[in-house]
């Protein structure tokens, strides 16, 4: 089992700026994959941005050069976002797969809210 709690959302202007982070417990040891994911009212959620154990990133293009997604070799993932739209209001979810083979577990965050706007 791997837990995750996210931190560092709330209310930011347009052009402002918010780091996130996800603190992982639990079985860390099998995790491989860490994302960002989040989900505005009425749409689906969708990737933000994810990391490799090996450092690889995929972002969405809708946030490229604006955020950056980062991890600690202990247990935490961050996504710092600059630049931000009122467009980029959401429920930020970290996200993680944990690999025991020969399964593969799929964990979520309770999410942290971001509002831009003035």
């Known amino acids: 089992q791997v837990q995750l709690v996210e931190s560092g959302g709330g209310l930011v202007q347009p052009g402002g700026s918010l780091r996130l982070s996800c603190a992982a417990s639990?079985?860390?040891?099998?995790?491989?994959?860490m994302g960002w994911y989040r989900q505005a009212p009425g749409k689906q959620r969708e990737l933000v941005a994810d990391i490799t154990t090996g450092g690889r990133t995929t972002y969405a293009d809708s946030v490229k050069g604006r955020v950056t997604i980062s991890r600690d070799n202990v247990n935490t993932l961050y996504l710092q976002m600059t630049s931000l739209r009122p467009e980029d209001t959401a429920v930020y979810y970290c996200?993680?797969?944990?690999?025991?083979?020969?399964?593969?577990?799929?964990?979520w965050g309770q999410g942290t809210q971001v509002t831009v706007s003035t």
């Open positions: 996200n993680a797969e944990a690999v025991v083979p020969p399964m593969t577990y799929t964990y």
């Open positions: 639990g079985s860390i040891f099998s995790i491989t994959t």
